[in-house]
């Protein structure tokens, strides 16, 4: 059995904050958390800085690839290779995101994600998130505008038992034809349809809710914009209470203004933050690929040949740094957004997304400039910065 604790430095549960405070683990759950005079005599302890933060693991449900691997290339080596790496920047858990190709490449990574063995130490692979390719010709973003089709239910069923029931999110443009449908249906499945690479009108966004679509795709990019007579899709994500909305926080795919605009109006209980990365996440600047397509990576920013942003090279760290510097978010708002909200969207949250008993040990140490100091998945170790010399 591997039982230990986590003792010292600030915890932050569901519903409070613990300074200091301990966490109990047993083998791969949570067994309690609360303030240091309460933690529980163990043979095995892990102490940690007084000025540390211990936070749920982020759980990111929008990213195609780190490392060199991409969800696309359908090899479990490309899924291991990005679930090791990860939880260097703090990811835990994530959702392996196809992009818009050919039904037989989808296919293809469907079929891999199914036959996937995840193994220790790794960030969990908790499920697929397919982004497209039921979205719009007229943002199709860096998603291959020749194999855009329309929204099929069946086509999805066929899909979805390929992936051994494994999508738990789709990106989808509600507007075209049989959006709503495909909407309606997810939600009765209980998967989360996003309205994403959409030119729905603020009417047309709010009907998709009403049909099914609680979630908005990285807010901003690859949607009809906000004008004063015409809220489009994004004015509709702002303004509708109830829609999630993920952003790309690198201060390049939003500005850092509009990012707090976003912030103030939907708060951070229903802000997502994601990375969206490529394949290019933690290599140097050079010359990549997405979706059979060229990609150029200069000073960290990916683009097409014809300057289209192509994902991004943004990591969970970079990402909660940059929001605390845009818009002053407190620590409670960066565990909603990075762990509790995108669990919930990705219906995980009965084991994922708090530190709560009885949940998945998925836990990392901070530093108080949100420099990741360790990385926990599922109880076990999987990342340890190393010290300074």
């Known amino acids: 059995m591997n039982e230990y604790v986590i003792k010292g430095g600030s915890v932050y549960t569901e519903d409070n904050v613990f300074s200091p405070g301990f966490v109990h683990i047993v083998n791969e759950k949570i067994m309690a958390a609360g303030p240091i005079l309460e933690c529980p005599v163990v043979d095995q302890i892990m102490f940690v800085s007084h000025k540390s933060m211990i936070l749920p693991g982020a759980v990111d449900i929008h990213i195609h690839g780190a490392a060199g691997a991409d969800a696309m290339d359908a090899k479990e080596d490309s899924l291991h290779q990005m679930a090791s790496f990860l939880p260097s920047e703090g990811t835990t858990t994530f959702l392996a995101t196809t992009m818009t190709q050919e039904k037989t490449a989808i296919e293809r990574a469907l079929d891999c994600f199914s036959r996937f063995e995840q193994k220790t130490g790794e960030a969990e692979i908790a499920g697929i998130h397919l982004e497209g390719p039921f979205i719009s010709p007229k943002h199709p973003g860096a998603q291959p505008r020749d194999a855009i089709i329309e929204p099929d239910i069946d086509l999805f069923e066929k899909w979805h038992a390929l992936s051994g029931g494994n999508i738990r999110l789709v990106t989808l443009a509600p507007e075209e034809k049989k959006g709503t449908e495909l909407a309606s249906h997810l939600a009765h499945l209980n998967i989360t349809a996003s309205a994403g690479h959409t030119d729905a009108t603020f009417d047309q966004l709010i009907e998709a809710a009403e049909a099914g679509v609680t979630h908005v795709t990285h807010l901003y990019n690859g949607m009809r914009g906000m004008h004063h007579r015409e809220p489009g899709t994004a004015g509709g994500a702002l303004i509708h209470d109830e829609l999630f909305v993920e952003m790309i926080v690198d201060g390049i795919h939003i500005h850092p203004q509009m990012v707090k605009l976003a912030f103030n109006q939907k708060t951070a209980n229903r802000t997502i933050l994601i990375t969206d990365s490529m394949r290019a996440k933690g290599l140097p600047d050079g010359e990549y690929e997405l979706g059979g397509q060229a990609v150029s990576v200069t ?79 599922r109880g076990v170790i999987a990342f340890e910065q190393e010290a300074e010399k």
């Open 299 to 377: 000073n960290g920013k990916a683009v097409l040949r014809d300057g289209t942003l192509a994902g991004s090279t943004l990591s969970m760290q970079q990402a909660i740094q940059n929001m605390q510097a845009f818009t002053g978010c407190t620590v409670q708002d960066i565990v909603k957004m990075t762990a509790r909200n995108p669990a919930k969207q990705a219906r995980l949250y009965d084991r994922k997304g708090s530190i709560t008993p009885g949940k998945d040990a998925d836990l990392v140490i901070y530093d108080k400039e949100f420099r990741v100091q360790k990385t926990i998945c």
